[in-house]
């Protein structure tokens, strides 16, 4: 079975600050990661995909370790509007099956 | 930026009534998804659609489920014979490509709740 599993927090941190959040899932054979963004009772955004070499867009590093089974979300300098639910996606293998983690809440305070 | 159009926003219900939730995906998409997702749970996979058949379903969608193209734009899900724990937030979703080489691109969502 394809599990990916979250800290679901809450992350509680204040502007500025950086954050981390791990996730890890249970087949090695999966074969694409992603990093997903939900708003309270919103759809979910794709943030960015996940690739074993790091990938960076501006604030945002995600990071894939295959040997750990281990994905990562780095944010720095976190806003106020980083504020959201952080769904980590493993793509099952199948067309559109796509298997997501229950989320790790943020909340960046002033 | 283009968008995935879901109606009706909320969908109240009855217990083993019908209910049909409507979706027009992005239109030059070609792949065409299901998902749901109960309160305070994960997002759960239903069904994939393409080239007018599913190419894949989980365990979720069962034979009260099933779905539909009507015409050219319209994607849509219908439960034959609700149940209460059919109460979710049903996200419709497209791509232009396979998952795993273009975006996912989810529609706002239609909240039901079957009572």
């Known amino acids: 079975r394809k599990e990916v599993e979250q800290d679901p927090g809450p992350f509680n941190v204040p502007e500025g600050a950086t954050v981390a959040f791990n996730c890890t899932y249970s087949?090695?054979?999966?074969?694409?990661f992603f990093w997903y963004r939900q708003d309270c009772r919103k759809e979910p955004k794709l943030l960015m995909s996940?690739?074993?070499s790091g990938n960076e867009d501006g604030r945002f590093t995600a990071q894939l370790n295959r040997a750990s089974q281990y994905i990562s979300l780095l944010i720095r300098d976190s806003k106020l509007s980083d504020s959201a639910t952080y769904l980590c996606?493993?793509?099952?293998?199948?067309?559109?099956?796509?298997?997501f983690g229950k989320g790790t809440k943020l909340s960046v305070k002033p | 930026e283009p968008e995935v159009t879901q109606t009706p926003s909320h969908q109240v219900t009855q217990m083993g009534q019908e209910v049909i939730l409507r979706c027009v995906p992005i239109s030059n998409h070609l792949y065409f998804y299901w998902y749901r997702q109960i309160l305070g749970q994960k997002v759960e996979f239903l069904v994939s659609?393409?080239?007018?058949?599913?190419?894949?379903k989980s365990e979720i969608f069962d034979d009260q489920f099933s779905v539909e193209r009507p015409d050219g734009s319209n994607f849509t899900l219908k439960i034959r014979s609700t149940k209460l724990e059919d109460s979710a937030m049903y996200f419709c979703a497209s791509s232009e490509g396979t998952v795993t080489n273009e975006k996912l691109f989810f529609g706002s969502g239609t909240q039901l709740s079957v009572l």
């Open positions: 996606v493993g793509y099952g293998g199948s067309q559109g099956n796509l298997i």
């Open positions: 087949n090695s054979a999966s074969q694409s």
């Open positions: 659609f393409y080239n007018n058949e599913i190419s894949e």
């Open positions: 996940v690739y074993s």
